[in-house]
């Protein structure tokens, strides 16, 4: 996938204010729409202008576009960085009068996930004469798994844009104490009350919605509620069976490791994934782990067991 400079598309430069961007979308739009152009191209490049204007007219996706775009240039090869958005307040309102459908893979990589599309929550937009509810905000933030096993409260700084009297996006960050509640989920949604947008004259300000992510771990990876830990054992420890120490987000516990496990064998243990009515499960898979053969005493062993132990791995393999 390519990555797409979404300035040069409208011929403006990274600096350039709102109305800029607007007159130049104007101006090819006129040039390249589909039934009134003689250009090459004219559809194609008709939708490529109209994709880098849903992006750039809104400060927000222009900012988040901005900052992902410092290293990159039109015609990379480009995959999004995980999680590459976190951070950012967004509001609602979704795309304008823009089919986003007609977007390319690009696009979509970086904004067809409901942090940037959704419209607004639950109606916040009524408005009565000159008193409107503010709009609710969402923002995608990081914590450690260990936060969903004991509960926190962490502080987390969020990124908004506004636009300033010249006419450019600028953007501001603000902190805020958030209570991380034991046992909340990847992709869950925790409410803050009246930390939304502003609400106009007397309406009260909307509510921001945080959709929390775990960050990576170098031990666990997380499937909904249940948490994975691959386990690294000696060949004797599988061959034999052990008991063997084994970390856990709440601790480490002793386990069983049965005698003639092969790679890959996962045992359950019940109830010491994320907690929550029901638990989810850990479960811990074997991997089984060659000491390397970096002496003469393992280069020995090595040699006594190709001699004494009989043993063809690729004996399915039929050779």
């Known amino acids: ?35 009134v152009s003689k250009e090459k191209n004219a559809e194609i490049k008709f939708k490529e202008v109209g994709e880098a204007y849903e992006v750039l007219k809104d400060p927000e996706k222009r900012a988040a576009y ?13 995959r999004p960085p995980p999680d590459w958005n976190q951070g950012f307040e967004f509001h609602g309102g979704g795309f304008t009068e823009a089919d986003a459908s ?10 067809g996930d409901r942090g940037f599309s959704g419209g607004s929550r639950g109606g916040r937009q009524s408005r009565s004469e000159h ?29 908004g844009t ?32 009246g930390q939304g947008g502003k609400g106009i004259g007397k ?12 960050h990576p771990h170098s031990f666990y990876h997380v499937e909904g509620r249940d948490v994975y830990l691959d386990l690294p054992v000696t060949p004797w420890e599988a061959a034999l069976g052990a008991s063997i120490k084994a970390p856990t987000p709440m601790g480490p ?52 067991m190709a001699q004494k132990l009989p043993f063809n791995p690729r004996t399915k393999l039929g050779v």
């Open 1 to 35: 996938m390519e990555y797409k400079d979404y300035y040069q598309i409208m011929g403006v430069q990274r600096d350039a204010t709102q109305d800029e961007i607007k007159r130049a979308y104007r101006k090819l739009a006129r040039k390249y729409h589909p039934d």
């Open 66 to 78: 901005d900052q992902l775009g410092k290293n990159w240039q039109a015609g990379q090869d480009f």
């Open 102 to 111: 007609q977007f390319s893979d690009f696009f979509e990589s970086l904004f």
């Open 131 to 159: 008193h409107a509810h503010g709009e609710d905000t969402n923002a995608k933030v990081l914590i450690d798994l260990e936060d969903t096993y004991h509960g926190a409260t962490r502080t987390l700084t969020l990124k």
């Open 162 to 193: 506004e636009l300033g009297s010249d006419g450019r996006v600028q953007v501001k960050e603000r902190t805020l104490n958030v209570r991380i509640p034991k046992g909340v989920r990847q992709g869950q949604n925790i409410r803050l009350a």
């Open 203 to 214: 309406g009260k300000p909307g509510d921001l919605y945080l959709e929390i992510e775990f």
């Open 253 to 304: 516990v002793d386990l069983k490791i049965p005698a003639g496990s092969p790679a890959g064998l996962k045992l359950r243990l019940k109830e010491r994934g994320i907690p929550g009515n029901p638990a989810g499960d850990l479960y811990v898979v074997t991997q089984i782990v060659l000491p390397p053969a970096d002496n003469e005493v393992a280069k020995v062993l090595f040699q006594e």
